[in-house]
């Protein structure tokens, strides 16, 4: 099949979003987003059956029309990390069983060569939407903070990545230990000869 007849196959199975359509075609091209991509083959698809164009559906058979609410989702994000000191952020999510069965019974009916999974859309949607409304960057690699999205029960999770500090000290001074000594004589309870601090010594490497 040529691209305007699996448009026309994909078409023929109801209602879909520009974002669904595009996505069944989502490696193919650059600089598009898959909105975009849909909206064009629409079009395209008008042209060549020389039928009249007709805006995507009111209701998308495959995602439920998920994409309508990328701005809330990206709300409920920004609230679930508003406490939360952060540079670096990745958007995962979740995907519904029956919106995975239902672009992958497409991808395998119809061959398709070229699709985008709706986890990756949604991900790089959310992300984008997220980054914009808090400035910070999104990170593939080693992001301060991942947020997991449950797209079935509507939550968002927050998992904040450990921070490791590394370092090394000098020191210059004799009679410093390196950590903490009771008094010997009265074993950290405090008395006269450690001035009732309870240690040995008034410093220590590790208190400092």
């Known amino acids: 099949m040529d691209m305007n007849e699996t448009v026309t196959a994909i078409l023929a199975y109801g209602g879909i ?3 669904c359509l595009g996505r069944f075609f989502g490696k193919r091209s650059f600089g598009l987003s898959n909105d975009e991509r849909g909206r ?6 008008a042209l060549a059956t020389n039928i009249p164009y007709k805006k995507d559906a009111g209701s998308c058979w495959v995602c439920g029309n998920f994409f309508d609410n990328i701005p809330l989702w ?3 994000v920004v609230e679930a990390v508003k406490d939360l000191e952060f540079s670096t952020l990745l958007v995962g999510c979740r995907v519904p069983p029956l919106i995975a069965e239902n672009e992958e019974m497409v991808w395998s009916d119809l061959s ?3 699709p985008e999974p709706f986890k990756s859309e949604v991900n790089r949607e959310v992300g984008k939407a997220v980054s914009a409304r808090t400035g910070k960057v999104v990170d593939f690699k080693k992001p301060d903070v991942v947020i997991i999205l449950d797209a079935l029960g509507g939550n968002v999770e927050v998992q904040v990545n450990s921070v490791f ?5 000098q020191k ?3 009679g410093i230990p390196q950590t903490h000594w009771d008094c010997r ?3 950290g309870r405090g008395c006269e000869k450690c001035n009732f601090t309870g240690a040995q010594y008034l410093d220590s490497v590790e208190e400092l």
């Open 112 to 114: 398709l060569a070229d």
């Open 172 to 174: 210059f001074e004799r």
């Open 165 to 169: 500090f590394y370092g090394r000290y």
């Open 17 to 19: 979003c520009d974002h």
């Open 40 to 45: 064009g083959l629409r079009i395209s698809h």
């Open 185 to 187: 004589e009265c074993r």
């Open 74 to 76: 990206a709300d409920r």
